[in-house]
């Protein structure tokens, strides 16, 4: 049971933590074929961000990691953008025989996103949830302000998806790119896809929004809501102040936070492997405080993530989500200023963007007579599909950026 | 605006707190023709009753309500089991002009389940929710032990859904009561019907299951795990010891779970209303700690539930959620025993239970050759179509009674 429990833990964490992660996936052949793509975490620095809220930040800093080779005219660019646990590790390996990047199923030489042609790059986001993993680098709540020498807290701006974009965009330019033929990345990263698409029309000529939605409504918003709550109850919070000597992190209220997007990501495919099964040596028919095989799997996989997050960071990303397409009037003003080509890419069974948001999405950009095209990604994974299972697109990919 | 909130906060309560609660709907046109239906609150009493899981409750009451008259045979009564965060107040009104129960618009003279023809029996629940509302009468948590003169807390003994339908056998018997011509309830308690059917079949004629499933399976043993955590979270949860003077209940925890239940059962469509509207006065763009609309309506809504709630009982109803059909080896298992004829009502935007489930229990009694069709309530309230707009159903109901 202990080497059960061992595997599972791993097996949750190849679906958060890309930087541990194999995507092992069924229909990725061409990942033993071609040759280990090794790829190098790097870090960009900027200074005097203003951001779409009014605050300064005075420095800040973002990792990411490219590959492939950027062409004369600065036209040959690829922008990968992470999903809410990830950052910027979407291909290769940090070294031979490490745990490859989550996307790197498509993306290397060869592969549908062929580093032969293109120069890609993918970057962490501001505020990244991972603040605490030493392969990470992002600016937020847990960073020391410059002003005051001591963390943020709460005292770091609100920053949404469209600052993502514009920090992307300044480690872009600094890289000598002038245009992105392809902008794509899974749920966050959909968001910024299609932030990118609506705010640089100009710089991107392909769009391919994976596992995301046109909007976060009040349904949505009040989801987002729901996933960070357990944090703000946890008594260590503190208002955010518990970076301090002596003082403990929320680990308890960012595991639960965890816990509920663990769960709200995968869909009952994928628990079917547990169940009715109580965890060990318990009984919850007669004892109320025992547990089910699933609640301590999702405890154990949380608790693992929790140690590398930081909680203000959730509260920051999850605000960041709430705020996607915020300074445009409605999803259909934002998509019009698109001059993209789209691939979309839901999963069918998605519960934390149900299809229909996609396929809305998919409408409006028709009715606005803009190339796109939708295929379904299919599987247990639910929302998750499209980051372990993204494979499954590859033909689908391969065509898009062939046209 | 506040008349806005009040307003809303009536519309939220409209949904959860049948007592409160006018089904209104704007397809339920013989609710204005028919005369009021007066019902008035009982409250039936048992004792030495052994828990499935080998417990023994020394004495026990549930509260009931009832319409129409047994005939001599006894088997013209109809069994409506109520939904998680509900009670038996599911037709008529207390006291004319008062709010009916929450599936007035099916059940009363000449209504779809005619208490002219049939006896309708509606009981509360062991552990109900509503522990600290005057109108509901239930043993559990909250109750005195008479062991030991205080409340049980968490030594009450775990309870499953096959708990409620016992103590329900025992109240019918009560009243004479031989045969049902008709078990039917929304949600939790279409996970009773279900139960009665496996447990009692040659007591159960037909079973009308709406918004419910065939099976809890680990995705679902996990969800309502992540319902309840908040309240295991809460610092005045003391291990379910809070009902000494003095001592604050968990009100904090509870609302969140309420929180959580609340958005849950509803959908994108429901959500609209409130589109990405800021809270009054606060500026989420700017403010980490600002709100938008429907956050705030949420917290509202589930506070005031939270009043008339108890902690404990929640985690009592979760756990019997859990235990549903957990004395058969499986849902086929468990369906093979039925000899109902059944009308499955699932909401096809059910986000708590997924349509598939419903989907699923039906395929698998068409396997087993049982009589049964299923009928798809529609529109933007997810889960709450069952319970606020279960009116849509009215003439495949009528059709299901007539045969």
Same mark, same amino acid.
């Given at each position: ?80 953008? @992470? ?5 910027? @590790? ?55 302000? !410059? ?9 770091? !701006?609100?920053?949404?998806?469209? =600052? ?126 025992? /547990?089910? &095989? ?10 693992? /993530?929790? /140690?590398?997050? =930081? ?21 259909? &003003? ?70």
């Amino acid at each position: 049971m202990i080497t059960r429990r061992i595997l599972l833990t791993a097996t949750a964490l190849s679906s958060l933590l890309p930087r541990h992660a194999p995507a092992q996936t069924a229909t990725a052949p061409t990942a033993a074929a071609a040759p280990e793509l090794l790829v190098e975490k790097k870090v960009f620095e900027f200074a005097n961000y203003r951001t779409r809220g009014g605050a300064n930040l005075a420095t800040g800093r973002i990792g990411y990691q490219t590959a492939g080779t950027l062409n004369a005219a600065g036209d040959n660019a690829v922008l990968i953008e @992470h999903f809410f646990t990830g950052n910027s @590790h979407a291909f290769g390996r940090y070294a031979a025989g490490e745990a490859p990047g989550y996307w790197d199923a498509i993306i290397g030489p060869g592969k549908p996103i062929d580093t032969n042609r293109f120069f890609v790059v993918a970057s962490d986001c501001l505020a990244n949830l991972n603040a605490r993993d030493a392969r990470t680098t992002t600016t937020g709540p847990a960073s020391v302000n !410059p002003a005051t020498g001591r963390p943020y807290g709460m005292d770091f !701006p609100v920053v949404s998806i469209r =600052d993502f974009v514009e920090v992307q965009k300044l480690l872009l330019e600094s890289l000598g790119v002038k245009k992105l033929a392809l902008v794509a990345g899974g749920s966050m990263g959909a968001l910024q896809t299609v932030e990118w698409a609506a705010a640089y029309p100009d710089w991107v000529e392909r769009a391919m929004p994976a596992i995301g939605t046109g909007e976060i409504d009040a349904w949505l918003l009040g989801w987002l809501d729901i996933w960070e709550a357990p944090i703000r109850m946890d008594p260590n919070w503190r208002n955010g102040d518990y970076y301090a000597q002596g003082r403990q992190p929320p680990l308890q209220g960012l595991t639960e936070a965890l816990r509920i997007v663990t769960l709200h990501s995968r869909d009952r495919g994928w628990a079917r492997e547990f169940g009715r099964r109580p965890a060990e040596g318990q009984d919850p028919t007669r004892r109320i405080g025992d /547990r089910f &095989a699933v609640e301590q799997w999702l405890e154990d996989a949380a608790a693992a /993530r929790a /140690r590398v997050s =930081d909680a203000n960071s959730f509260l920051y990303l999850t605000r960041a989500n709430q705020l996607f397409l915020n300074e445009y009037d409605g999803t259909e &003003a934002a998509l019009s200023r698109s001059r993209a080509r789209w691939l979309v890419l839901p999963s069918a069974k998605d519960r934390v963007f149900p299809v229909e948001y996609a396929q809305e999405m998919t409408d409006t950009l028709r009715r606005l007579n803009q190339p796109v095209e939708m295929v379904e990604l299919k599987g247990p994974q639910g929302h998750l599909e499209g980051v372990v299972d993204i494979a499954q697109a590859s033909d689908a990919i391969r065509a898009f950026l062939a046209r």
